[in-house]
């Protein structure tokens, strides 16, 4: 399926390698990407701050 480009957008990422790896195992283990991993991560430490956003929308 293709990807919207208007609706979405690509962020790349630079890791020290020793992280990588460890994340890597992580994700594989749990049986999710690690970019949707590191998502989930970052909209969960974030919450309360994308709600704020959202409600100045």
């Known amino acids: 399926m293709p990807i ?3 609706k979405n957008k ?3 990422v630079t ?3 020793d ?3 460890k994340l890597k ?3 594989e283990k749990i049986g999710i990407p690690m970019a ?3 998502l989930q991560s970052a909209v969960e430490k974030y919450r309360e701050e ?3 956003l959202e409600q100045e929308e």
Request: glycine share 0%.
């Open 50 to 52: 994308l709600k704020e």
């Open 25 to 27: 195992i992580i994700s």
């Open 10 to 12: 690509q962020l790349k």
């Open 19 to 21: 992280l990588h790896r």
């Open 4 to 6: 919207d480009r208007q």
């Open 15 to 17: 890791i020290p390698n």
């Open 36 to 38: 949707q991993m590191l």
